[in-house]
């Protein structure tokens, strides 16, 4: 790796000299500049960004810790980040922690030792523990998708707990009493989306079926094995509802592994409206998260405290919406 001293001395020039040349300072002579930017061209030179970082205490890199790459979700996520930080001239380094918290903990270790400008999380269930240690709290932070309690950051999410009840509620008004539900067990969102599903039940007078409401790792393969047990039970659903994508596409695979038509043998709901899920016949009823600008809000908030790191806390509270298409026996709005 080519380092500062060797194009000093290939330039004939103290490291200082090239330290103010790269960083464009003055009272560099014109004929010095050249000479430098020569050999910083000729050797493929890359200055040590963390290093000036250090020196200067300043970054203009943010990172964005996601809990699931695989999940749509959180690519539309990254892709508003992204954007937005390009825009405002960062740069967005990206994790993934795969609902591990351990893998959390290493990411934020490595982030606070590099110095980034600041962090957007979406945290596992563990979080509060891997943020105990106040130096973390020390970057500037947000939230997303989740809440963690007791911590004074700030947050974007939507209201989990009302757009469960609300496409809960679609289905129990359309016909539906056996509605069965399968939650993410890695989040608060799971558990949020769990509670205002159940409420929904209550509210109509329904009492829930323990059989049929179930927490698992919000993945396809669970989705799919968590419904096939739900359809052996003797009070086989007439509906479902999953919490995310990935849950409902396992959930369409153990309906088509059972021979089962979609809403003939059962209704179908879900949270994400994804691609695929427009494109099923019938098409899939969902709530529409705000994706993007979930991920554009919380870019937006972090810089604006990396620029005024005294500014009060804030919590963006997005709204969802119901889209309302064949899967559950209804017409399309």
């Given at each position: 790796?080519?380092?500062?001293?060797?194009?000093?001395?290939?330039?004939?020039?103290?490291?200082?000299?090239?330290?103010?040349?790269?960083?464009?300072?003055?009272?560099?002579?014109?004929?010095?500049?050249?000479?430098?930017?020569?050999?910083?061209?000729?050797?493929?030179?890359?200055?040590?960004?963390?290093?000036?970082n250090?020196?200067?205490?300043?970054?203009?890199?943010?990172?964005?810790?996601?809990?699931?790459?695989?999940?749509?979700?959180?690519?539309?996520?990254?892709?508003?980040?992204d954007?937005?930080?390009?825009?405002?001239?960062?740069?967005?380094?990206?994790?993934?922690?795969?609902?591990?918290?351990?893998?959390?903990?290493?990411?934020?270790?490595?982030?606070?030792?590099?110095n980034?400008?600041?962090?957007?999380?979406?945290?596992?269930?563990?979080?509060?523990?891997?943020?105990?240690?106040?130096?973390?709290?020390?970057?500037?932070?947000?939230?997303?998708?989740?809440?963690?309690?007791?911590?004074?950051?700030?947050?974007?999410?939507?209201?989990?707990?009302?757009?469960?009840?609300?496409?809960?509620?679609?289905?129990?008004?359309?016909?539906?009493?056996?509605?069965?539900?399968?939650?993410?067990?890695?989040?608060?969102?799971?558990?949020?989306?769990?509670?205002?599903?159940?409420?929904?039940?209550?509210?109509?007078?329904i009492?829930?079926?323990?059989?049929?409401?179930?927490?698992?790792?919000?993945?396809?393969?669970?989705?799919?094995?968590?419904?096939?047990?739900?359809?052996?039970?003797?009070?086989?659903?007439?509906?479902?509802?999953?919490?995310?994508?990935?849950?409902?596409?396992?959930?369409l695979?153990?309906?088509?592994?059972?021979?089962?038509?979609?809403?003939?043998?059962?209704?179908?709901?879900?949270?994400?409206?994804?691609?695929?899920?427009?494109?099923?016949?019938?098409?899939?009823?969902?709530?529409?998260?705000?994706?993007?600008e979930?991920?554009?809000?919380?870019?937006?908030?972090?810089?604006?405290?990396?620029?005024?790191?005294?500014?009060?806390?804030?919590?963006?509270?997005?709204?969802?919406?119901?889209?309302?298409?064949?899967?559950?026996?209804?017409?399309?709005?």
């Amino acid at each position: 790796m080519v380092k500062i001293k060797d194009v000093a001395d290939a330039a004939g020039v103290s490291t200082a000299t090239v330290s103010r040349v790269l960083a464009d300072k003055p009272h560099v002579r014109p004929e010095v500049k050249k000479r430098v930017m020569e050999v910083v061209e000729s050797l493929g030179y890359r200055p040590n960004r963390v290093a000036q970082n250090l020196r200067s205490n300043s970054s203009k890199i943010i990172a964005l810790i996601i809990s699931d790459i695989e999940n749509p979700f959180f690519q539309r996520v990254s892709r508003a980040v992204d954007d937005a930080a390009h825009e405002l001239g960062y740069s967005v380094l990206l994790y993934n922690t795969d609902e591990n918290p351990e893998k959390e903990k290493i990411c934020l270790n490595f982030l606070r030792d590099e110095n980034v400008a600041g962090v957007i999380l979406s945290p596992t269930r563990q979080a509060i523990n891997n943020l105990a240690d106040t130096s973390f709290l020390d970057m500037p932070m947000v939230i997303i998708d989740r809440h963690v309690s007791d911590l004074d950051v700030d947050n974007v999410v939507i209201d989990n707990v009302k757009s469960a009840h609300t496409i809960t509620s679609h289905l129990i008004e359309h016909g539906y009493k056996r509605i069965a539900g399968i939650f993410g067990i890695g989040s608060t969102t799971g558990r949020e989306r769990r509670e205002g599903f159940v409420r929904a039940l209550k509210d109509h007078d329904i009492k829930p079926i323990p059989d049929l409401i179930k927490y698992t790792n919000a993945r396809e393969e669970d989705g799919f094995n968590t419904a096939m047990k739900m359809f052996q039970t003797q009070e086989r659903p007439d509906a479902i509802f999953t919490s995310n994508s990935l849950l409902a596409a396992g959930v369409l695979l153990a309906i088509r592994e059972n021979t089962m038509t979609i809403p003939g043998d059962i209704a179908f709901a879900s949270f994400d409206d994804t691609t695929w899920g427009k494109l099923l016949d019938p098409a899939l009823t969902v709530i529409e998260q705000p994706t993007y600008e979930i991920g554009r809000t919380a870019a937006e908030m972090l810089i604006k405290r990396i620029q005024d790191p005294k500014r009060s806390n804030r919590e963006v509270v997005l709204n969802t919406k119901l889209i309302i298409r064949q899967s559950c026996g209804c017409l399309e709005d």
